[in-house]
């Protein structure tokens, strides 16, 4: 099914970057990672559709722009339907003679906000169309272009501008949606999760999602040292605790059979390894709060739903 | 000289001759969600479809934001794209008509005119279509199936005219013509075919120094939908005004041309006037009520009374200039608005008319007329009596009401 | 900021951008820059990968890495993921 292209860090270091240098991302910015790795996965000629969010403004300021493939930008909720016009626009030229190309790759590319909420109707109505594109989300787990404010991937106790940790009510109450296994239901070829830190592991993923004929998702972790509140050097280390504290576990799904991705594999492998979701937690402010003796108990929580989610992928990927 | 070309005769309803001239004009995307009274567009069209009759690629979008959305990125490709609704599904697509004329996408869509909620009506009037005309689209609104037919295809041409490069919605009167079958003449195949060639696109420099065709074309990357602080923005919507302005000489160009070929004609393409040169006392209107206007001219010029009517066909880019010289010799005026401008004190038209007339050499009595909303009915005998009151202010000079309503139950 | 602004007849429609990011030095932005040790440095290329400015880039013709500072920003990535801390954030 997959190429299984095989590539060094020397061809990744040597291919010149798509997203190129001068966009005013924040110093240590997580998402921009991902941007630059994404585009490395790039296989040939390729149209990518970015929504409303910080990738999308700090790498087009007019008349400036970072992107050195054709890009398009319209509004904040259709990167489900930006993509879906783009590859149809493209299937129905090429077979009327009038694009030369053989075939040419859709990435779309938004943030949680574009995507777990105002942006999951369309992204779920181009999946079940069956559209042949990639869709990239670049999670930092809010609303970070806007100033922080929690989204459907805020996870539980974080604060935010819109959840603020108070002394009533301990950052966000609610959950952080399950996305990708959203989109696993959704019975589509591809889905996989990555963390810029393992950057080997989310450019063979990404190049993954391009070659599958059909839609394919790829949920990233992205950590923003602005609204997570760490020190900007220390945002692939916090991409790393991610996984490594198993509160964000890599994995993939094709045509809906779960397998897990080496770094988690081998904490599946040896438990052992699996570190306390406190060390993922305590580098962040944004989770300050909850190292107070009245809502210490919100890490107890946050450990029971990471333990519980962990085991249920386990199962999954049948390595309970 | 072109002659006129040989036509069939085809018993099509408005929904049908829309999705007929999309048949024809060459649609290569086509993204669309169904609302009533549109879904027989998109009925026809996606049997169109299945049948192999067209080569278009047919997105059932889940939404109308998406559909729009779609069309947008479709044709910043190169596709030719094409989209239909009506009421809330227009404003549902709100955001997206601003960005698709500012990324100056010439994509068409027909509007098939309903009544906006809430209550939720299904019904006939203009509110959806009148309340989107900031939004930077041409708007032609046809006044019976034949025309939206006509308009579809024009439209099409004056879209992706590289001196306008505008979207442009077709407005059809939901039921009364969506529904409503009528002889529409048809041109051959290959007449729209020709009539409507292969895009072309104007010249844009991009980030490498380049000058290419604005288009998304992996040989010239481009970027399309960037963000603009104050320093810019300011400029591109004047740009999207001169595209505005440019507009009327070609769409009486591209009028004029399909009139060469089909043998209709719709006044210059812009207004629309029916025995207006000599008339004293005139209706304004849009649409379909235009056919049951000049029913009551005529008979009221039976009776010797200098009655004219006068259609404004292109209302967006508002034809400023045609309908000053249209209105030179006429007295008073009424205005009808299918459509409310919650206060406003009067009807969007109404406005625009009296705008239009601000600085005219003779300033004429004025008045609104607020009909047909949510589908009500307008009956002859009812217009009838607005031309009475026309009549009455040109014998007292004195106009009671500026802004009335016709047919509402007090 | 300083060079003319062009007028609405002098700039492409559509919102094209005419100039690439490249034209647009962030570098001024960092109060740290990264300084490497050249001997320590194992080319090992993780700075290269994790650069969120791509302002790391290897060199395959000179067999060696080079710090593009007009785009470096001073975040320090670099120098916390070295695996060998050849990497050191000096105040500019």
């Not at chain 2, 999309?22 to 049948?51: G, H, L, M």
């Not at chain 3, 990968?49 to 975040?75: Q, R």
Request: a neutral charge; proline letters at 5%; one cysteine or more.
């Amino acid at each position: 099914m997959f190429s299984e292209w095989k590539f060094t860090i020397r061809d990744i270091a040597e291919k010149p970057d798509l997203f190129m240098s001068g966009h005013r991302a924040c110093a240590g910015c997580g998402p921009a990672v991902v941007m630059r790795l994404v585009l490395k996965a790039v296989r040939g000629p390729t149209i990518v559709t970015s929504v409303t969010g910080c990738m999308e403004v700090v790498s087009t300021i007019y008349p400036y722009t970072a992107w050195n493939v054709p890009w398009i930008h319209t509004a904040f909720e259709n990167a489900g339907a930006n993509a879906s016009g783009i590859e149809a626009a493209l299937k129905v030229l090429k077979r009327k003679g009038r694009i030369k190309q053989e075939h040419v790759d859709v990435i779309a590319f938004a943030g949680d906000g574009g995507t777990y909420d105002i942006g999951i109707q369309a992204l779920s109505g181009a999946v079940e169309r069956g559209h042949d594109f990639l869709y990239v989300l670049y999670d930092n787990e809010a609303y970070m272009n806007t100033g922080i404010q929690r989204s459907g991937g805020t996870p539980h106790g974080a604060a935010t501008t819109t959840s603020p940790a108070g002394t009533v009510i301990p950052g966000k109450p609610q959950y952080k949606k399950p996305i990708a296994d959203i989109m696993v239901a959704h019975n589509m070829p591809y889905v996989a999760t990555a963390s810029p830190y393992y950057w080997k592991d989310l450019i063979t993923k990404a190049r993954r999602g391009i070659e599958v004929n059909g839609p394919a998702f790829l949920h990233v972790i992205a950590p923003c040292p602005r609204g997570w509140r760490y020190d900007t050097s220390k945002s692939m280390e916090i991409s790393r605790l991610a996984v490594e504290t198993c509160v964000f576990p890599l994995w993939e799904a094709v045509n809906g059979e779960y397998q897990l991705s080496a770094p988690s594999k081998v904490i599946a492998l040896r438990p052992e390894r699996k570190k306390p979701v406190r060390e993922y937690l305590k580098v962040q402010g944004r989770f300050r709060h909850l190292f107070t003796p009245k809502f210490e108990k919100v890490i107890d929580e946050i450990q029971r739903i990471t333990d519980e989610r962990w085991q249920r992928l386990l199962k999954k990927c049948g390595m309970a | 000289m072109e002659s006129v070309v040989k036509q069939k005769v085809l018993a099509l309803n408005g929904d049908e001759a829309v999705a007929y001239a999309v048949k024809q004009s060459d649609v290569d995307v086509v993204a669309a969600y169904p609302i009533t009274p549109q879904t027989i567009i998109v009925e026809r069209f996606s049997e169109y479809v299945a049948n192999g009759e067209v080569d278009t690629e047919f997105i059932c979008v889940e939404s109308e934001h998406s559909a729009l959305s779609a069309c947008l990125t479709a044709s910043a490709v190169g596709a030719r794209a094409f989209t239909a609704t009506a009421s809330a599904g227009l404003a549902l697509m709100h955001e997206i008509l601003y960005v698709t004329s500012g990324c100056r996408a010439p994509v068409v869509m027909a509007v098939v005119n309903r009544a906006l909620s809430a209550p939720i009506n299904i019904h006939c009037d203009h509110s959806d279509s009148m309340v989107e005309r900031d939004c930077g689209w041409i708007q032609i609104y046809a006044e019976n199936s034949q025309e939206a037919y006509d308009s579809i295809i024009q439209a099409f041409r004056i879209a992706e005219n590289q001196k306008i490069m505008l979207p442009v919605m077709v407005g059809l009167d939901g039921f009364t013509l969506s529904h409503t079958l009528e002889n529409v003449h048809v041109l051959p195949d290959e007449t729209v075919k020709n009539f409507v060639g292969t895009r072309q696109f104007p010249l844009v420099t991009t980030h490498e120094g380049k000058t290419v065709p604005l288009r998304l074309d992996v040989e010239n990357p481009m970027t399309i939908g960037p963000l603009d602080l104050p320093d810019y923005y300011f400029e591109h919507k004047r740009q999207q005004e001169e595209a505005m302005r440019n507009a009327p000489e070609i769409i009486k160009q591209i009028h004029e041309e399909y009139a060469r070929i089909s043998g209709r004609r719709y006044g210059d393409g812009l207004l629309d006037p029916y025995r207006l040169e000599d008339a004293e006392i005139a209706v304004i209107c849009l649409g379909s009520t235009a056919g049951t206007v000049k029913t009551v001219v005529d008979d009221l010029r039976n009776e010797g009374v200098k009655a004219g009517l006068l259609r404004i066909r292109t209302f967006r880019p508002l034809p400023v200039e045609g309908i000053t010289k249209a209105l030179e010799k006429v007295k008073a005026i009424a205005v009808m608005d299918r459509s409310m401008s919650f206060g406003g004190h009067g009807g969007a038209v109404f406005h625009e008319v009296r705008h239009a007339l601000y600085d005219a050499a003779t300033h004429p009595h004025v008045v609104n007329y607020i009909y047909g909303l949510g589908g009500r009915d307008t009956s002859p005998s009812q217009i009838r009596e607005i031309f009475n009151d026309l009549q009455k202010i040109l014998e007292t000079g004195r106009v009671k009401a500026p802004v009335q309503f016709v047919g509402l139950r007090e | 900021m300083t060079n003319h602004e062009k007028g609405w007849k002098e700039i492409p429609i559509a919102g094209v951008c005419w100039k690439p990011t490249t034209a647009y030095k962030t570098g001024d932005w960092k109060t740290y820059k990264p300084v490497r040790d050249s001997e320590k440095c194992t080319r090992c290329l993780m700075c290269v990968i994790f650069c969120p400015e791509g302002a790391i880039h290897w060199k395959a013709e000179e067999n060696d890495i080079e710090f593009d500072y007009d785009f470096c920003k001073g975040c320090g990535i670099c120098a916390n993921e070295c695996p060998v801390k050849a990497i050191e954030m000096k105040l500019e």
